[in-house]
C-alpha cells in the first residue's frame, strides 16, 4: 500500500513545476522558506524544518491546539513525583511507526539515549544541537512496553513543553539502525504523514498514513517546496504553483487581503528578531558600543516600513508573548543617534567598519536583507562602518552557530521559542558556547544571569518564574550582547479550496486536519 502512495504521489508531482497553472486534487503544495537541512528532528533547528518535521513524527505529548499547554499524544497520561524530578509516561498501545515496527518505552528510551548519552551507539548519527533541552535528564528507563520514566536531575519547570517542541519527537530505532547518519535523509516516525521523497532543492513529498493512530487525514499528500525568494513565493502563490505558503513578505500581504480567491491567516506567538554582537572582540566588545547599536537603529521605521506593521519593537530576550514572565516595565531602547554617537565617541569606536553576517531567507527571518540595508544605513549616520556578508540560510546558520569570533561583529537572528527559557538558555548563558554545543555565538558572560536561569529552570511555581525572567529580561537589556529589533506576528497566505488550516503560536504546521476542496 505504502508504493502506491508513493507512486501516486510521484504521478501527480509529475504535473507540478513552478508554472504549473493548478495544483493535484487532495494534494497540498506549501512554499517554503528554504531547503530543509534534515528531516531528523534531533539534528535539526530551523522551524522551516520542523513544520514537515511535526507532520511525519509524534512526541509523547504536543501543544494543545491554538495554545501552547501541553496535552497527552504518544502518552496517554503522565504522572509527576511530588519532588518533581520524576516522570512516568503511559503510552498509548497498538500505534506502529510507519515501517511496522511497534512504537512502545524502549523506542521512547532509544530517541533520549541516542541524543544525550555520547556513549550510546547511535550517538554517532548527530550531532544534536538542541541537546540541551533536555539536559537536566538523567535517565529514561522502560519500566515495561508501555511504560517509561525520565529521572531528572533536579527539577526542570520546562520539561514537558520541551517534550511538545520538535526534539521531543519519538523516531523508529529500527530506521536509525538501518539508515545510521543517513537517517535524516530516511524519516520514520509514528505521524499523520509518512515520508516519500526528497529531491533536493525541489520539493519533499509526504503521503496520508492511512493507519495513523488519531485517524487519518483527508489530505492523500503535502508537497513542501523550498522557494527561498520571497518574491517568487508570491509569484507562485497567485499563479496557483502552491496551496499555502508562510511568512510573506509584508508588502505583498495586500495582494491576498480582501481577495476572495485567498485567505490570510495572522497569530501572535512568542517570536524575537535581533542582532547577535560580538562581544569578545572588535567594537561590540564594549558595552558603550552595543547599547550605542541599540539606540541607533530605527526600529520603528523598520517595523512600520520595511514589515509594514506586522511586527512590534523588541525590548529584551524574552519575548512579550511570554506575558506572564515579563512585566512591561523594561522598554524598547527609543531610537537616539545623539546618544549613539556619543557612546561611539566615547568608546573610541568612531570610524571602524564592522562585519555583517545576513540571511537571504530562513525561518522568522521577515524581510532580512531590506532590513539590514535599513540597518547599515542607521549604523553610517553614527560613525560605524557595515560591510554586509549575504548568505543562502543553512550556510548562514553553519556561520553563524559555530561563533562569529574571527569572522564577523554581528549577525542577524530569529527565534521563534516555546518558553521563556529557550532562547537565553541556550544563547545567553556562559556554558552554552559554540565550542560547547550552545547557540551564544556573540560569547556573551554575566554570572547573574547564568544563576537567574539556572534557579527559574527548577522553580515550578509559574509567578516566581516570572519574577526570575523579569530580571533576566532588565540585566540583558542593559548589557545589550544583543541588538532587540522586533516581536513578529507571524502570518500565512492559502488558497479558498484550503480548509481546516490554522497557525499554530509554536510557528509549527500542524496538516492532518486541512483538506483542500
Not at 263 to 280: C, D, M, R, S
Request: glycine share 8%; net charge neutral.
Amino acid at each position: 500500500m505504502r508504493w502506491f502512495f508513493t507512486v501516486a504521489a510521484a504521478f501527480l508531482l509529475a504535473l507540478i513545476g513552478p508554472a504549473a497553472a493548478q495544483t493535484p486534487p487532495n494534494v497540498l503544495i506549501v512554499g517554503q522558506i528554504a531547503e530543509p537541512k534534515s528531516l531528523d528532528p534531533q539534528a535539526v533547528t530551523a522551524t522551516n524544518d520542523f513544520r514537515i518535521l511535526m507532520n511525519v513524527y509524534d512526541g509523547l505529548v504536543r501543544f494543545k491546539k491554538g495554545t501552547l499547554e501541553v496535552e497527552p499524544a504518544l502518552a496517554k497520561s503522565w504522572d509527576i513525583s511530588d519532588d518533581g524530578t520524576t516522570y512516568t509516561f503511559h503510552l498509548r498501545e497498538g500505534v506502529k511507526f510507519q515501517d511496522g515496527t511497534p512504537f512502545d518505552a524502549d523506542a521512547v528510551k532509544f530517541t533520549f539515549d541516542r541524543m544525550l548519552d555520547d556513549k550510546n551507539p547511535y550517538h554517532d548519527t548527530g550531532p544534536f544541537p538542541l541537546a540541551f533541552f533536555f539536559s537536566q535528564v538523567d535517565t529514561v528507563t522502560a519500566k515495561d512496553a508501555h511504560t517509561v520514566v525520565f529521572k531528572l536531575k533536579q527539577p526542570f519547570a520546562p520539561f514537558l513543553s520541551n517534550l511538545a517542541y520538535p526534539t521531543g519527537l519519538i523516531v523508529s530505532p529500527a530506521a536509525v539502525k538501518k539508515w545510521g547518519k543517513d537517517f535524516g535523509r530516511h524519516p520514520v516516525g509514528t505521524g499523520a504523514f509518512q515520508f516519500a521523497e526528497w529531491d533536493p532543492n525541489t520539493k519533499v513529498v509526504v503521503t496520508r498514513n492511512k493507519d495513523y493512530w488519531d485517524g487519518a487525514p483527508k489530505l492523500e499528500a503535502v508537497v513542501f517546496r523550498p522557494i527561498t525568494d520571497a518574491n517568487t513565493r508570491v509569484a507562485e502563490m497567485l499563479s496557483g504553483g502552491i496551496d499555502l505558503m508562510v511568512e510573506v513578505p509584508p508588502d505583498s500581504l495586500s495582494q491576498f487581503k480582501g481577495n476572495a480567491a485567498y485567505k490570510v491567516y495572522e497569530q501572535a506567538g512568542p517570536h524575537l528578531w535581533f542582532l547577535i554582537l560580538n562581544t569578545k572582540e572588535g567594537p561590540f566588545s564594549d558595552k558603550r558600543v552595543r547599547q550605542a547599536v541599540n539606540y541607533a537603529i530605527d526600529k520603528k521605521a523598520l517595523v512600520d516600513d520595511v514589515l509594514q506593521g506586522t511586527a512590534d519593537v523588541a525590548a529584551g530576550p524574552i519575548p512579550p508573548a511570554f506575558g506572564w514572565a515579563t512585566d512591561g516595565s523594561v522598554k524598547p531602547y527609543p531610537y537616539d543617534p545623539a546618544k549613539a554617537k556619543k557612546l561611539i565617541r566615547e568608546a573610541g569606536a568612531e570610524g571602524k567598519t564592522v562585519t555583517f553576517y545576513v540571511a537571504q531567507g530562513g525561518s522568522g527571518m521577515l524581510d532580512p536583507v531590506a532590513m539590514a540595508t535599513a540597518i547599515q544605513a542607521d549604523l553610517k549616520k553614527v560613525g560605524l562602518k557595515v560591510r554586509i556578508e549575504t548568505y543562502e540560510w543553512n550556510t548562514f546558520l553553519a556561520n553563524v552557530n559555530s561563533g562569529l569570533k574571527g569572522k564577523a561583529d554581528m549577525a542577524e537572528m530569529a527565534w521563534m521559542t516555546n518558553d521563556p527559557d529557550t532562547l537565553p538558555f541556550l544563547a545567553l548563558r556562559s556554558d552554552a558556547m559554540p565550542k560547547d554545543g550552545g547557540f551564544n555565538s556573540g560569547y556573551y558572560s554575566n554570572p547573574k544571569v547564568d544563576k537567574l536561569l539556572d534557579e527559574a529552570r527548577k522553580t515550578t511555581d509559574q509567578a516566581k518564574r516570572g519574577k526570575l525572567y523579569e530580571q533576566v529580561q532588565k540585566i540583558v537589556h542593559d548589557d545589550a550582547p544583543w541588538a532587540f529589533i522586533a516581536n513578529w506576528k507571524q502570518n500565512a497566505v492559502a488558497t479558498a479550496a484550503v480548509k481546516g488550516f490554522e497557525l499554530e503560536p509554536s510557528f509549527l504546521l500542524i496538516l492532518k486536519d486541512v483538506t483542500k476542496g
